[in-house]
């Protein structure tokens, strides 16, 4: 099993671009997140999708949006990028015999210029 | 709302030597309780968790942690520090839609 897959790894964006964070798993979770990690900041959520087919709002959810495709795959977007945007992205899933049990994917840094 | 404090911005211990991450949380009822770690340029991994029953809970790599509700706090230990423990570690909480409520982390460095 590759777990929680992320792409891309690195992404340069310029200011006002748009991109899409893709994040797949493939153990079946019900539950995926993303989250942003900035120096001394630790890891907030931004958005989270409890059940396929749902979405809500994390504590940093301005400038973002996101969608389940479907249970596997949950997608965050950026439409207009600005520098404060610049962060290391994490995506996260958790599954029905360990709620809160979260695995993690190996990140997106993203950089806005 | 549920939130978790790490005092300690850094810490540094030798190697051999014995180490205590201190995490302090704010929740009404009994929290969900986690300790992750994350390596330099990696995703975190979960090193143990505490839901309830016995406050003191062993995770991986030989880490334990107690929970203590009188002072509102889950502290991790490990008797003795390796050098590939060097890492940063987060105390999360538990909150809505099983999502995580996340420390502003620890960094740890090993000495020689």
Same mark, same amino acid.
């Given at each position: 099993?590759?777990? +929680?897959?992320? #792409? ?11 991109? #899409?964070?893709? %994040? ?11 989250? /942003? ?6 890891? $907030? ?9 749902? #979405? ?11 969608? /389940?495709?479907?249970? /596997? ?17 994490? %995506?996260?899933?958790?599954?029905? $015999? ?10 997106? $840094?993203?950089?806005?210029? | ?10 810490? #540094? ?43 003191? +809970? ?10 203590? $509700? ?6 991790? /230990? ?12 987060? %105390?999360? +909480? ?19």
């Amino acid at each position: 099993n590759a777990g +929680v897959t992320q #792409t891309p790894k690195f992404q340069v964006l310029k200011t006002g671009q748009s991109m #899409t964070l893709q %994040c797949a798993q493939d153990m079946n979770h019900n539950s995926m997140y993303w989250y /942003r990690q900035d120096p001394g900041m630790g890891l $907030r959520l931004i958005y989270y999708s409890a059940s396929e087919g749902t #979405t809500d709002k994390g504590e940093v959810p301005n400038g973002y949006n996101v969608s /389940r495709l479907n249970k /596997r795959e949950f997608s965050l977007r950026l439409e207009s990028a600005a520098p404060s945007q610049t962060s290391v992205y994490f %995506c996260a899933s958790s599954g029905d $015999r360990g709620l809160y049990e979260q695995y993690f994917g190996p990140g997106t $840094r993203l950089t806005v210029t | 709302a549920q939130s978790v404090t790490q005092p300690d911005i850094h810490i #540094t211990v030798s190697e051999g030597a014995s180490l205590e991450l201190r995490c302090n949380y704010s929740y009404g009822a009994t929290p969900y309780l986690f300790w992750y770690v994350q390596s330099p340029g990696q995703g975190l991994q979960l090193l143990l968790k505490y839901f309830s029953g016995d406050t003191l +809970v062993q995770g991986i790599k030989g880490f334990e942690a107690e929970f203590k $509700r009188s002072q509102s706090s889950f502290n991790l /230990r490990k008797p003795s520090v390796h050098w590939s423990d060097a890492a940063e570690y987060f %105390c999360a +909480v538990g909150t809505a839609g099983y999502a995580l409520n996340f420390g502003k982390g620890t960094s740890l460095l090993v000495t020689p």
